[in-house]
Structures are given as structure tokens and as C-alpha cells.
């Protein structure tokens, strides 16, 4: 303000400045300029990575500008302190050589007048804006890396929500519009429809047509449609036909028969105490037939579930509660000489066979077997496990070849179940 006040001889005031502050630009978007400009990573593609508008650890924002026939070159940058604007040209407004654009002979100028200046003055950095959140991803920022959209595999449509997570596929699409087709410019954040006509957007989008081409880039558009495979119509049924509900179950052997449809057919039926997984069926009429041999699997009242799927992960469930009254858990037995895989003579026999037992408690003998050709001749019979040890002498020599032992355990409730089996070679 050049004139403050005015009097007259007398000294009254005729005239007087009266400040008056306006807003001449929103705060956050005075921010996001300063983020914007404050970028040098975006950028560096142009300038490089270490560039005249980058002053080491200060932040600083900075923009070039370069008129036709390079007559006018132009750099200007500033910290939240300091502003500087450096104009390079001929008085004469003859053109300067190609290339004298305003990062190329401008930046050094005010990059040097910048370090100078500043020296080792504290460091001063700018408020970071708001983040941006609307309901349009190119206002977000999502389309510069491409549209990103969960996606069903199966029938490449959009993911909803009886879409399986199993299905649910994220892709991105490299977007073929310019920001003219996804938003009105007189409306960018509201619901009016983007125009997507007229000779300006038509120039746009050809422009983006072109750059894509040169850059052998593909242009998709992502789905419109949604996931039309995965409906309630298409999800299989399943009825658990036995046991009933409320069975009690004493005994680990657990079976169940149930009927299943579905419009693409069932390809396999999952079936779960509570939530632990006891069996997978995959061959029709999909029969429960398995050994409850889980810890978890306690006596008590459980949830029995059955659950089919289709070729696509549809799901239909089916769901009784059962009364386990389980007898203990089957022992394990582990091998530990000889070792699974061991090459003997038959000067190594007799030979004692020895094992480590869990639950042994619960066990009342163990039968050992030599299996060959899928025929099985006896070994010895043990009823004696001290500290969960099993010593079993193998007295008969065998004959030269391969051949698996395996031990038979029965225990006291009568359940009787096979150990892994140990692989041997006789010479």
C-alpha cells in the first residue's frame, strides 16, 4: 500500500487505509499446490533425481516455465519463508537458443541464489494437506496406476458379496479416458454425470488413444457387470440324512451319508466338528467315513457341519448337534530303530524291533506284522510298554527283498488302528 493516510494543514485525516484481509485461495488447496510442487520424486523422470529445484534436505517448491521459440525462461520456487522468481531472455525479445527452457538456464540461477540466501537457517517445512477421499477414484489418484477392482474369477465380473473370498481376485485395469470421462468439470465432486462428448473431450481422449499406442501400452476398461455365477439360486444343497441330530457318538469310527444338489453339480462335501476340518469328500454320493483321531475333537456336545461346494465355490451348508462321548485318543507310535529306509542282513535276525509309544495307557497290545506283496505274516504280540517304550524281538529271519513292518494297536475299549509302516530292505 503506497498511500497510508492523507491530511489536510490541519492535520485531519482525509483519506486512510483501512486493512482489510480477503481469502483469496482455499487453505487446502494453497496445501495441496505446496505438496504438488514439493514433489520432487514426480518430477524426477524429467530433471533427474538431483535437479536445480531441489536444495539437499529443505523442502522447497518449485515450478519452470518456458514460452514459444524459448524467448522467456522461468523458474520460481519458494519455502514457507522465502519466495524467488528468476526470468532468463533478450531484452529484445529475440528468441534464445533451443532448449533454454526454464529448467535448463533459469533453475541454476535461483538454485544458487536459493543456497545462498537460505545458508544454514533453520529448516522450515510446509503443512501437509488433508488426505483425499471421495467416492472417484481418479480424484483419488487410483488411475494414474491403473483402476483397481476385485474381480470374480470365474465369471471375470465384479465381486460381491456371496462372491467366495477363494474367487475374489483383485485386478487393475490401465484406464483409457482422460479425467473428462469420469467427472463434470463443472461439478467434479458432486453427482452430475460427466458429459463424455463435445470436441474437447473427443481431443482428450484421442490424445490418451495415441500415448497408450506409442507407449504399447493395452488399454482395458474393468467390469461393469456384476458376478452372475455366484447367486443364491446357483448354491448347493445339503441335508445330513444320518446320524440325527442329537446322536450320541461313543466310538471314533464316525460315519454319516448325506444328499447333496446343486445346479452345477456338487464336486466335494467338507465336513467339521465345530470348526476343525475332520474330512474332505470328493467322490459321490460324498459319505463320511474317518477315524477322529484330532485332540480337539473332545467328548461333549459338538456342532456337526457338512458343507458342499460346486465347481465354483458356491456353498451350501447343512448343520446338526451331536453328543460325543468319545473313547481316549488313539496311541502314537514312532519308529526309532531301526530307522524307516535301513538296508539289513539277514545276520542282522533275530532283531529287536523298538518304537516310542503316546497314550500308551490306553493300549492293550500291539501287534507287529510283516507286509509284503500286500500279504501280512505275524512278527510277535507286546503288551508291555514301560515308559511308553516298545521292545519287540523279531525272531524269524525273512527272505531277501523289500518288505514294510507295521504295528496293529488295539486298545482297551477294543478300537484297533495301524502305525505308519517301516520301510526295510534284507540283503
Given at each position: ?172 485395469y490401465q484406464s ?218 523279531w525272531s524269524q ?7 514294510q513292518v507295521v ?21
Amino acid at each position: 500500500v503506497a498511500i497510508l493516510e492523507v491530511r489536510d494543514k490541519d492535520g485531519n485525516v482525509l483519506e486512510e487505509y483501512e486493512r482489510v484481509e480477503r481469502k483469496v485461495l482455499e487453505t487446502e488447496v494453497a496445501r495441496q499446490i505446496n505438496n504438488v510442487l514439493t514433489d520432487n520424486a514426480a518430477r524426477a523422470y524429467i530433471f533427474g533425481e538431483n535437479n536445480y529445484l531441489t536444495l539437499g534436505g529443505r523442502p522447497v517448491a518449485a515450478k519452470t516455465g518456458s514460452t514459444n521459440d524459448y524467448r522467456d525462461a522461468w523458474t520460481i520456487g519458494y519455502t514457507p519463508s522465502l519466495a524467488v522468481g528468476v526470468w532468463v531472455g533478450n531484452n529484445n525479445n529475440n528468441p534464445m537458443r533451443r532448449g533454454a527452457a526454464g529448467g535448463v538456464v533459469a533453475a541454476p540461477i535461483w538454485n544458487t541464489f536459493m543456497r545462498r540466501v537460505l545458508g544454514d537457517t533453520p529448516v522450515e517445512s510446509f503443512r501437509a494437506p488433508a488426505p483425499i477421499e471421495t467416492d472417484k477414484p481418479v480424484l483419488n489418484g487410483s488411475i494414474a496406476g491403473g483402476v483397481k477392482v476385485k474381480v470374480d474369477r470365474a465369471s471375470g465380473k465384479l465381486a460381491t458379496n456371496l462372491t467366495p473370498e477363494s474367487m475374489v481376485e483383485e485386478r487393475t485395469y490401465q484406464s483409457g479416458h482422460s479425467i473428462l470421462y469420469f467427472i463434470n468439470p463443472e461439478d467434479p465432486l458432486g453427482n452430475a454425470a460427466p458429459i463424455q462428448s463435445g470436441k474437447q473431450f473427443e481431443r482428450w481422449e484421442q490424445a490418451i488413444v495415441n500415448w497408450a499406442e506409442r507407449q504399447e501400452i493395452t488399454l482395458e476398461q474393468p467390469p461393469t457387470e456384476f458376478d452372475d455365477v455366484h447367486v443364491s439360486a446357483n448354491q448347493p444343497r445339503v441335508t445330513i440324512l444320518n446320524p440325527g441330530s442329537g446322536a450320541t457318538i461313543s466310538q471314533r469310527a464316525l460315519t454319516a451319508n448325506v444328499q447333496t444338489s446343486a445346479p452345477r453339480g456338487v464336486v466335494r462335501v467338507e465336513y467339521y466338528i465345530d470348526n476343525i476340518l475332520i474330512a474332505n469328500v470328493t467322490q459321490s454320493p460324498f459319505d463320511l467315513a474317518v477315524t477322529l483321531q484330532d485332540p480337539r475333537v473332545q467328548t461333549g456336545s459338538r456342532s456337526f457341519r457338512a458343507v458342499a461346494y460346486d465347481d465354483v465355490e458356491n456353498a451350501g451348508q447343512s448343520s446338526i448337534t451331536l453328543q460325543f462321548n468319545l473313547p481316549a485318543l488313539p496311541s502314537a507310535l514312532t519308529w526309532t530303530k531301526p530307522v524307516s529306509g535301513t538296508t539289513l542282513s539277514q545276520a542282522d535276525f533275530p532283531l529287536t524291533l523298538e518304537a516310542n509309544l503316546s497314550n500308551f495307557e490306553n493300549i492293550n497290545r500291539v501287534d507287529l506284522i510283516m507286509r509284503r506283496d500286500n500279504q501280512d505274516s505275524y512278527i510277535n504280540t507286546i503288551r508291555q510298554f514301560s515308559g511308553g517304550r516298545l521292545l519287540g524281538q523279531w525272531s524269524q529271519t525273512p527272505t531277501v527283498g523289500v518288505l514294510q513292518v507295521v504295528a496293529k494297536i488295539i486298545n482297551k475299549d477294543g478300537f484297533q488302528y495301524e502305525s505308519e509302516p517301516l520301510d526295510l530292505i534284507v540283503n
